[in-house]
């Protein structure tokens, strides 16, 4: 494995000190920043994240803030799900779609106010396509990137963790709600969310200055909880079957091709960029779909490419996330496939670095 | 210095097979795509850059082909740069502008025809805003990303290389201008351009299938010129004033900050959507600029983070890039000054991470 080269340009964050000070073995990049991706081993990580509590450095989750009379309007044409019905203190999982219906990110909204959202985003640079979209349909609104990084606190222990800092009202959000909090006289934005099946919450820290105080505190308050720097775990995404974008689905990508149909309200979401495009995918269904597999044999060697499946010869789809589950004893995977062979329990063959697998597509996700 | 983690997600290039092979040691990541940085080292690399010739993976400059009737149009609107003379065969260096005007991305426009342009990017999105555009203003032009990867031939001795395998009339391209060749009967447009002060090409590969036998074939005719596997250099690039987006500059800076107002023609560049921000600075000029600095003492460490410049304890301006220059024994930097501070041979302070240090203005570049 390459080393990563430092710059400017790969941002640093709020706690990438206290990232450092962990002894963070890995990063990705991600919109530019880093992402660390390792701290002791992905399996010792992994086992720690379903056991404990976790403190994630994911300022790279960067936010496009809408504000203004037409901020509402422009997120509705940004997206094929309907929000009308959306209330302040509410957050979305929002496919986002070009003209075409491809998908260009599969972001969080979250709904400030009916004149103020924030994008809370996957790695790509949505700012860009939403501030086009705003200038050339000449709408009245303001697009940036604020000064927000989130850090996630994941794992059984999240809740017991969050209490103590912000007080048992914390107790009191509801899943993918927000609630407003305090620290160190600083309103902050406290949602329950998270990249990890594990429960958890998400703390949107505007203004990074007290990004580390926030961290020293949340380790000091966890001691005897075990907590410890984490990051979002391979594995235990693929088990619950998290979808990435980029790995997962690129813009070729419907979002019903990616299992995000129930995200998607097609008819009523007037005025959706997509929508025309989607409209005829959302009757007919797509021609392949995301699906969990299992890959047969020895640990899987890492998944930098798309895998290629075979039923009898023939390309019927493609692996793009995988890796050796230790708590279900098999390699876990994420796959689009064609219709023809995405019923559950279909033997493919699959191609990986290492040679030819059994692939056996599964009903659904482990966790 | 930590490990990057293999994913999808970072995308894997045409080439990436001989990278691995020439024993690559570290990446950075550019638009989603590995990007090597260092073979034998930063410093072994440079010289070698400059005496003999290398092969450098740069597929992650990505192209946006816009193609249609008003593709010249929409490539108007992006920049400030007056694109009336530019002729089918040219490359042009382009600011693309935001409505503010701040920097999106820093391309060079490539003009296959009237109707169809590839713009060959800096790291962001641009995709995203060119489509965003197009879609707003309802434009009559197809954009994407086609299956093209750039593959640079850099050094004094490329024109001997090249012609070696391209034949004589490669000699024939001038600077910023292209040609179209033939590889294996295969098309490939051949540009004398690249990333560095020391001369060569960039072969734009379309369909990767070719890109290995290409790579192969390069390093088979170059033995006696000793050719090796590069990458954009750090010291080099600094020594010849070639910024980098993303590290000198933002979104928050416009191009006459960055040095680059001799590429705006503003007051002709009727359709730019950034032209109305820019005519009051094109005319007045910017109170910050770009400036090569000079930095005493012995090599900086790596530069990852903006290092504040000072004068008597008054923030003036930061330094971006840094690195040690064997050849000019002394650290060169680029740095944005304020304009109360930005003449030739001003001494400034700048807060490095291992203390202050002296920063003095230049003149010019080294290179």
Same mark, same amino acid.
Not at 123 to 126: A, E, N, T, V
């Given at each position: 494995m390459a080393l990563i080269s430092p710059s400017r340009r790969l941002r640093r964050t709020p706690f990438s000190e206290g990232v450092e000070a962990a002894d963070v073995k890995a990063y990705t990049v991600y919109n530019h920043m880093l992402l660390p991706t390792v701290f002791e081993s992905v399996e010792a990580d992994y086992h720690h994240l379903k056991k404990h509590v976790q403190v994630w450095d994911v300022s790279c989750e960067r936010q496009v803030e809408l504000r203004g009379p037409d901020a509402g309007r422009l997120m509705q044409m940004l997206t094929p799900r309907d929000l009308r019905g959306m209330q302040p203190g509410q957050c979305y999982y929002v496919p986002i779609v070009d003209e075409t219906g491809g998908m260009l990110n599969d972001p969080v909204a979250v709904k400030l106010a009916e004149d103020r959202w924030w994008i809370s985003i996957a $790695?790509? $640079?949505?700012l860009y396509w939403v501030k086009g979209i705003a200038n050339g349909w000449r709408l009245d609104v303001l697009v940036d990137e604020p000064d927000v990084s989130p850090l996630a606190i994941q794992g059984p222990k999240a809740e017991t963790l969050m209490e103590r800092v912000f007080g048992s009202s914390i107790r009191d959000i509801r899943f993918f709600r927000f609630g407003v909090f305090q620290f160190q006289g600083r309103d902050l934005v406290i949602a329950r969310s998270g990249y990890s099946k594990q429960g958890g919450f998400e703390i949107y820290v505007e203004d990074g200055e007290i990004g580390m105080p926030l961290w020293i505190k949340l380790f000091e308050a966890g001691v005897d909880l075990e907590v410890r720097a984490g990051c979002p775990n391979l594995i235990e995404r693929i088990e619950g079957g998290l979808l990435s974008f980029g790995n997962d689905m690129t813009d070729d990508n419907t979002p019903h091709e990616c299992g995000l149909g129930r995200f998607c309200d097609t008819h009523s979401a007037i005025g959706c960029i997509g929508r025309d495009a989607l409209l005829r995918v959302a009757k007919e269904g797509p021609v392949q779909q995301i699906r969990p597999l299992s890959i047969s044999g020895d640990p899987v060697p890492a998944c930098t490419d798309y895998w290629p499946l075979y039923a009898s010869g023939k390309r019927v789809g493609r692996v793009s996330s995988a890796a050796w589950s230790p708590d279900f004893r098999m390699n876990v995977a994420i796959g689009m496939v064609r219709m023809t062979h995405w019923d559950a329990g279909s033997k493919l063959e699959v191609e990986t670095p290492d040679g030819m697998r059994t692939a056996t597509v599964r009903d659904k996700f482990w966790i």
């Open positions: $790695d790509s $640079d949505l």
